[in-house]
């Protein structure tokens, strides 16, 4: 008994393997892994993005703070997860579509045999007409007018006729889950191609792009095809929407050169209206404010520039717009507060200008003796502090940009636009298919047909009498 197990077994060899395969292709596993794909494409475009941009991190969402925790917060920490989950994907989306593609065959092929009238009166949908001049050429003209193709069969008694349409429905399933691999191409080319840089620019100023580095920006892309080299430069900054305690549109006038330094046109980008050019798409950044220009001299007469940025407040009428500034080879912190005519000329902002009618900038220090006010630091004018004199050389407004290149954006729109065509295959190109036999006993003619589908089977029942009744009308009862 035990030798016939082994011999059986021996026999099967293709048993295990059918198993795994089963395993492999299975839904579940599909719907675990497309979550876990989708997490890990979504975590790292946001890690991405937040290398680049500046700040402290504390806005930063919830699972990207967990990420930090354990260790994977950075775009490169989550390569091995990522490349693993998408092997993992292409090996369950193809066992399958193999499988699928198995069944759909046996299906089709079992669908498209010639059926007796024994058979076709098993079906859900049947009947039978009597109706002596009927032939063969007058129902396949029938059904091709209501839009089937017709096969027919003929033997010595009985003539079979096989009629389908909507045949291509039948495989809208494998479609919807072929496009996934297109979905897959779309999250390899973002994450190979994916790159955020950050700038800032105040008027007049350029930046050249392949040239300069951005301010911050996220790890360099595995590759970066059709991404040109262009150069950015500052017009003005539009503020001109923005309202205290309101939703803050931001805008800016720039002009786009080529990198032979040929002005290609001026451009208006805004929050809601990026710039998409050389392969990239600029965005207007949420940071504004204004920039002053430092020049610190030491006791020796070396001379340092320097810049200091003031953020436009969230709300002006409360909070103020503060810096620290810590200049070399001292151990000290220089805090500024900016005062600025220049507020006047931004909706929702003249009132704060009234109550400064001029440019300054109050300095206090800070070190490990705790912090001293040192007075006042107009436009144009010098302050001597703890031995360093500061003057007060220019003030700027300017604006911030996030310079994003992702070459996988169009192919992963492409796939949603596959799968919303491969759901409407498959719920709304049903396929329907109809067998037709016509018998001579006896002298008398007997027809039998019978239909079937594949969903919305009570809609079909309704649509099968209509036509049944149509036959019956056309032609004289026998």
């Known amino acids: 008994m035990l030798l016939r197990k082994n011999i059986s077994a021996v026999q099967q060899p293709g048993f295990s393997g059918t198993k795994l395969l089963e395993f492999l292709g299975g839904l579940k596993l599909s719907f675990i892994l497309m979550a876990l794909l989708t997490l890990l494409v979504a975590q790292r475009a946001i890690v991405a993005q937040r290398a680049a941009l500046p700040g402290d991190g504390e806005t930063a969402p919830w699972f990207l703070l967990w990420l930090d925790r354990i260790g994977v917060g950075s775009p490169g920490d989550l390569d091995n997860p990522f490349f693993l989950a998408v092997l993992f994907l292409v090996i369950n989306l193809g066992a399958a579509c193999v499988l699928m593609l198995r069944k759909g065959q046996r299906q ?17 949908c049947h009947a039978r007409l009597d109706v002596a001049d009927l032939d063969s050429a007058q129902l396949c003209k029938h059904l091709r007018q209501n839009g089937y193709r017709v096969k027919t069969e003929q033997t010595n008694q009985e003539i079979r006729l096989y009629a389908s349409r909507h045949e291509a429905g039948h495989w809208g399933v494998l479609f919807f889950h072929l496009t996934f691999f297109v979905v897959l191409l779309g999250a390899l080319l973002s994450f190979a191609t994916r790159h955020a840089g950050y700038l800032e620019l105040t008027p007049g100023e350029r930046f050249e792009a392949g040239t300069q580095k951005f301010q911050r920006n996220s790890p360099e892309p595995l590759f970066t095809w059709d991404a040109d080299d262009f150069t950015l430069e500052l017009d003005h900054p539009d503020l001109s929407y923005w309202q205290p305690g309101k939703a803050r549109q931001r805008a800016s006038e720039v002009r786009l050169y080529d990198k032979g330094g040929q002005l290609l046109g001026a451009e208006r980008i805004a929050v809601n209206n990026p710039l998409k050019t050389h392969g990239r798409t600029i965005y207007q950044g949420s940071r504004n404010g204004f920039v002053a220009g430092l020049t610190i001299t030491d006791n020796r007469g070396t001379e340092v520039k320097g810049a200091a940025h003031f953020v436009l407040p969230k709300d002006p009428g409360q909070l103020k717009m503060t810096t620290r500034l810590v200049p070399p080879g001292v151990r000290m912190a220089l805090l500024m507060e900016l005062h600025t005519d220049q507020l006047k000329q931004i909706d929702g902002l003249a009132e704060l200008a009234l109550k400064h009618p001029v440019s300054l900038i109050k300095v206090t220090s800070e070190s490990m003796d705790g912090r001293r006010f040192q007075g006042v ?21 300017y604006t911030s940009y996030l310079v994003v290149r992702d070459a996988g954006v169009p192919v992963i729109f492409a796939s949603f636009a596959l799968l919303l065509v491969g759901l409407l295959i498959t719920y709304f190109w049903v396929p329907e298919r109809c067998w037709v036999s016509i018998l001579r006993e006896d002298g008398q003619q007997k027809i039998v ?4 589908t594949e969903k919305y089977k009570a809609s079909f029942r309704a649509r099968f009498d209509e036509q049944i009744r149509e036959l019956q009308k056309e032609r004289p009862q026998a």
């Open 108 to 124: 089709q092929h079992a669908l498209q045999a010639f059926r007796s009238a024994h058979e076709i009166e098993g079906l859900p």
């Open 449 to 452: 047909i019978g239909a079937i």
């Open 377 to 397: 630091l107009f436009g144009g004018s010098t302050l001597s502090v703890e031995g360093l004199t500061l003057r007060f050389d220019s003030l700027k407004p």
